[in-house]
């Protein structure tokens, strides 16, 4: 149950009839020679650790090392809890957790990279505002992480998700990738559906540049993670709706990683290009001065 490419996941998915989360589970007990129990439980703790690095903020807000972040989260769950959202409660939730997870991980707590530390709230936030919303099992949500586990997998081998290598849109792009396919899995879509939801995330932050201010994971990496979320969900219901993809996920991860290569070196997480050199951006950071 081995694949290295897209197209040879879903051909596998075709031949035993199975989603992309079967496939990812056999694999992972094929190549660690582990029960499927075990590989179940691996999974099922990361999933423990994702809710409360979504959960804490919300009820605890924390300021972030640097500074620069802290309370948005649950500045975000009282918006919607006093019925103001303009986004809905899906996504609403959606944005929360994600920006959750990142002032989680920017106070120095655990997170579940997934990705990366930088991204880590995209796919926390999209599946558990998933569950809330449509009452999905643990179990349910634990197999569409094994799903954004194999678009994951597929972006580490044949692509990036260093935003050092290939800028933000290898972190938030692939995470935001990797949930829109598990979203699509849990609603019922088809393999190929969810690499096309894959797909249209990559062509929607196809060039997003990695431009951290201070050259901490904070600003303005917690918006991105929240519009990651939104990426993901508008992805999911273009390909759920039938809508298909014109450029296979295989190539549009190979025109990532192509345009990721050949963004300028202040553009990839050097904190020496965009957001970072603005003069508000400087100042947040002591005043460093624009290369330009």
Not at 6 to 27: D, F, K, N, Y
Not at 41 to 50: F, G, P, Y
């Amino acid at each position: 149950m081995n694949f290295k490419h897209g197209s040879e996941l879903l051909a596998l998915c075709q031949t035993h009839q199975v989603p992309i989360s079967e496939v990812m589970i056999s694999r992972e007990c094929q190549l660690s020679s582990s029960a499927r129990e075990d590989i179940l439980l691996k999974m099922e703790k990361a999933w423990n650790i994702m809710q409360e690095s979504a959960y804490t903020p919300v009820k605890s807000p924390k300021r972030s090392i640097g500074g620069l972040i802290g309370g948005e989260a649950q500045l975000l769950d009282a918006h919607r809890a006093e019925g103001k959202s303009v986004c809905g409660s899906l996504l609403s939730r959606a944005v929360t957790y994600s920006v959750a997870v990142l002032e989680v991980n920017a106070s120095m707590g655990l997170i579940v990279a997934a990705p990366t530390a930088g991204s880590s709230g995209v796919v926390p936030g999209v599946l558990l505002a998933l569950k809330e919303e449509y009452g999905l099992s643990d179990e349910q949500i634990i197999r569409g992480l094994f799903n954004a586990g194999a678009l994951g997998y597929l972006a580490m081998r044949n692509a990036t998700v260093a935003g050092a290598v290939g800028g933000c849109q290898a972190e938030v792009g692939v995470a935001s990738a990797m949930a829109a396919s598990a979203v699509v899995e849990l609603m019922g879509g088809s393999p190929q559906q969810s690499l096309d939801a894959a797909s249209t995330v990559l062509m929607n932050m196809l060039g997003l540049i990695c431009d951290p201010v201070g050259g901490l994971v904070e600003c303005p990496c917690q918006g991105r993670n929240a519009s990651g979320a939104a990426n993901a969900l508008i992805a999911a219901e273009i390909a759920l709706s039938g809508i298909k993809q014109h450029i296979p996920f295989d190539e549009m991860l190979g025109a990532m990683y192509s345009v990721g290569r050949k963004l300028p070196s202040e553009f990839r997480e050097t904190a020496l290009g965009g957001c970072a050199v603005t003069p508000s951006g400087c100042s947040m950071c002591g005043g460093c001065d624009s290369p330009g």
